[in-house]
């Protein structure tokens, strides 16, 4: 591998941000009252407000940043619909017994998560370089693969994955690579450009009129005889409801969820130009790409098949983007050695919000309401759980009843919130799992 891999016109942020950058354009003063006060201006946080909206409810959504500053647009854009539900940071699931059985109101679940957000791209007209070509995940070892196929079946079921395992003899027609032992590829899956989804987001719930506010912290929140009071950094909100959409940026204005969510570095980088198109080179029909590692990769061409943008969790906590870079560098070339000297443009770092029991949450916490823990997977899933979260409100339960509403959400008496304590040690416990996994497959 080369050393020089940076880019004369490197950057340490997003390259979705050379399409839209976090901004306060449509920012406003809150008012002194409202029906609904959502904390968090993310997918799950807009996502609300739009539903809310369209019910005819008064809603105000705050923002600590700067519009779009989180995960929103940091991350890596991919998609797909209750394939992932339940898979964690490379252990076995703790509910396994409990997602068998209730895997078919699960997993439907997940699937209609991807239908929700394809709803709202269609429905609001946001242009942000949606594909819908499919999801191959690569096989670390030969083993993983016998554990893809043995679950193709149920994701087909439960899921309409429309799933088919890839022997490794015919994985260059998904992946030009040798790294993988095969793989599982789904047809519904896919990609888009999450800047620019987040864009359109925001923009269509400006334009039902919920009122955005920028730069302004919820600092506490006071239970009153007719709902809440928020106290923010810009005076009282009163309200009835409140929604906490905070996910991997949970804070301390609601410790009993911070201790729920564990926050998890995810970290990308983009490449120059490649000297060919990525669907030639790397990644036949622009499909997004995953692998079954316990530190996990994902990677995906750009919306305009130009670039790769590639991401895994280099660290489980941030870092300089010297070290994030020359990890995923590593990985990269490891996979396809034909990129061994593109050199990278961009480098980031966004927060991944695991819950405990690897599930997507919502429901209610002594009266307020939360939508927290994608565990990867929160462009749809999010987008989904506000969805769900407002119609709710709106109606007063979902119809039909949402299964990821109201489950127990586990915390852990030795968890208060802070995970770099822990976070090391199990990336590099996780790290010499998969190398031995790997000399043992041979």
């Known amino acids: 591998m080369r050393k020089d891999i940076f ?25 002194g009252k409202t029906q609904v006060v959502i904390v968090g201006a993310g997918y799950g946080g807009l996502s609300t407000a739009l539903e809310l909206r369209r019910n005819g409810i008064d809603c105000v959504v705050l923002e600590r940043g700067v519009f779009g500053i989180g995960a929103s647009t940091r991350n890596g854009g991919m998609i797909s619909g209750g394939t992932n539900l339940g898979k964690g940071l490379g252990g ?15 997993m439907a679940a997940g699937a209609d998560s991807l239908t929700v957000l394809e ?10 370089g949606l594909h819908r070509n499919g999801r191959f995940v690569g096989a670390w070892t030969p083993r993983h693969y016998d554990d893809m196929a043995a679950k193709v079946e149920t994701y087909n079921t439960y899921a309409g994955a429309g799933a088919a395992m890839i022997p490794r003899e015919q994985q260059h027609a998904f992946i030009k690579s040798d790294y993988y032992f095969g793989g599982m590829h789904s047809t519904r899956a896919g990609h888009l450009h999450p800047a620019l989804y987040y864009k359109g987001l ?15 912290e919820a600092e506490r929140t006071e239970k009153t005889g007719a709902g809440w009071r928020v106290l923010t950094s810009k005076g009282p909100i009163a309200c009835r409801e409140v929604v906490v959409a905070t996910n991997g940026y949970t804070g301390d204005l609601t410790p009993r969820l911070k201790r729920r969510v564990v926050p998890v570095a995810s970290h990308i980088i983009a490449t120059e130009e490649l000297p060919e198109p990525a669907d030639t080179m790397i990644i036949p029909g622009m499909r997004a790409i995953g692998d079954s590692k316990r530190v996990l990769t994902y990677y995906r061409p750009s919306p305009d098949g130009k670039r790769l943008i590639f991401g895994g969790r280099a660290r489980f906590t941030p870092a300089s983007p010297n070290v994030i870079a ?5 990985y990269m070339v490891d996979r396809f050695p034909q990129l061994d000297g593109i050199r990278i443009t961009h480098v980031w770092t966004g927060n991944v919000a695991f819950a405990l029991d690897y599930m997507p949450h919502m429901g209610t916490d002594e009266g307020l309401h939360y939508l927290l823990g994608c565990n990867g997977n929160g462009v749809a899933m999010m987008t989904y759980l506000g969805t769900q979260t407002a119609k709710k409100i709106a109606g007063g339960r979902n119809t039909p009843v949402n299964p990821l509403d109201g489950r127990e959400f586990p915390d852990h008496p030795l968890y208060n919130g802070d995970p770099s304590w822990f976070l090391p040690a199990i990336g590099a416990w996780y790290r010499t799992r998969d190398w031995i996994d790997r000399r043992l497959a041979g």
């Open 7 to 31: 880019h004369p016109d490197f950057k340490a942020q997003p390259w979705w941000w050379e399409a839209w950058a976090p901004n306060t354009a449509l920012s406003q003063d809150p008012p």
């Open 92 to 106: 076995k699931s703790p509910i396994a017994a409990e997602f068998e059985r209730n895997k078919a109101e699960l």
């Open 119 to 128: 709803d709202i791209i269609a429905r609001e007209g946001i242009e942000c």
């Open 202 to 216: 925001i923009e269509a719930a400006h334009r039902q009129g919920a009122i955005l506010c920028a730069e302004i």
């Open 326 to 330: 020359g990890a995923l560098y590593r």
